[in-house]
């Protein structure tokens, strides 16, 4: 018989806490937490394992601080990292989280060699960029989440404005994850009904502008935290997709080389997610209006990548 895969989620703060619980309480894979603060992950994987029987799931979960027990991971969840503390730019958070993404990735890597990254840690485009450097993976195992949870954002202020199920709401967000992303109206879609044909301009505009200030709105209501519901679900239905390889089309920040007339940035655009990871670019129709968006996030994300130490 088969055994589990193994997940291991680097960052045992809430995202990557809350990542492991999904992940574990689907059976879906053994889950290793690892973090730098010693009792914490391990703290937390009790806690998780503690749970199991209530739950009613078999899957192993386990905290350390040493990435021996990593070894021989099928995916690599990457959510370690620095919140922007007062009197910190923009830019020093980039610098510090670089350095630990960096760190993570590399010593992650060497004892899980063909596992499939995911990135978390913000700034997302650009940790993507350190991760992919970091690892020496090739572009096909090196993913960032940022486009499910932005467009799970979007689903839901679809789904609140018209009065329907979640379920039946479809969206699209591409871009960078930032004040720049690209909401795709056109291709957002309740019962396969554009939300164009269905609110007035006004109205659609709202719940962009609404979604692209979705993690700012849940900080300001938090001020000690930013989201992780919503962002620990998203890492699970994406690791989900690979260790199950149901070729879903899902927003991922990946590395372009030419398509969408990108090269060499990690920007968000649908791909096909499955074992291999990134499987397939899912290359759509851009308005000129979409396209000259698009160009503006990726900008946005070329800017960050510029900064940081090659
Ligand atoms: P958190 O502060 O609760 O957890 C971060 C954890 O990383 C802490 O437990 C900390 O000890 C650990 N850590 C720091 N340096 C480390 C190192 N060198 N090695 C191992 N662990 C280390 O933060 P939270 O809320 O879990 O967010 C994590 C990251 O994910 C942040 O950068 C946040 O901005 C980002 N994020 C990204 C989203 C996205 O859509 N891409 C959505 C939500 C959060
Ligand atoms: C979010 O969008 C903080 O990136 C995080 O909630």
Do not use: W
Not at 10 to 23: C, E, K, L, M, S
Request: hydrophobic share 45%.
């Amino acid at each position: 018989m088969a055994s589990r895969a193994k997940v291991t989620v680097i960052g045992a703060g809430n995202v990557g806490a809350t990542t492991a619980q999904r992940i574990a309480e689907a059976g879906l894979a053994d889950v290793v937490l690892v973090d730098i603060v010693e009792g914490l992950p391990q703290g937390k994987g009790l806690d998780l394992a503690e749970a199991a029987p209530v739950v009613g799931h078999d899957a192993q979960v386990i905290g350390t601080n040493d990435y021996a027990d990593t070894a021989g991971s099928d995916v690599v969840v990457v959510t370690s990292g620095l919140a922007r503390q007062p009197g910190m730019s923009r830019d020093d958070l980039l610098m510090k989280n670089a350095g630990i993404v960096r760190s993570v990735v590399e010593a992650a890597a060497r004892v899980s060699p063909e596992a499939i990254l995911i990135v978390v840690t913000n700034p997302l485009d650009a940790m993507c960029h350190v991760a992919h450097r970091a690892s020496g993976f090739p572009r096909e195992r090196v993913l960032g989440m940022a486009g499910v949870l932005d467009s799970a954002r979007f689903r839901t202020f679809i789904a609140q404005e018209l009065g329907v199920s979640v379920e039946d709401v479809h969206a699209f967000v591409l871009g960078g994850h930032g004040d720049t992303m690209v909401p795709l109206s056109r291709y957002s879609t309740v019962a396969g009904v554009p939300i164009t044909e269905l609110l007035p301009a006004a109205r659609v505009r709202a719940l962009e502008e609404r979604t692209a200030n979705g993690g700012a709105e849940v900080v300001a209501l938090l001020k000690t935290g930013s989201a992780f519901y919503a962002p620990a679900a998203s890492t699970f239905e994406m690791v989900d997709a690979i260790l199950r390889d149901r070729k879903r089309v899902l927003p991922c920040a990946v590395l372009l080389q030419g398509e969408f007339g990108v090269h060499d940035l990690f920007v968000g655009v649908p791909i096909v997610l499955g074992r291999g990871g990134l499987e397939r670019v899912f290359e759509i129709e851009l308005t000129s209006d979409e396209r000259t968006a698009f160009e503006k996030s990726a900008a946005a994300v070329e800017e960050l990548v510029q900064k940081l130490p090659a």
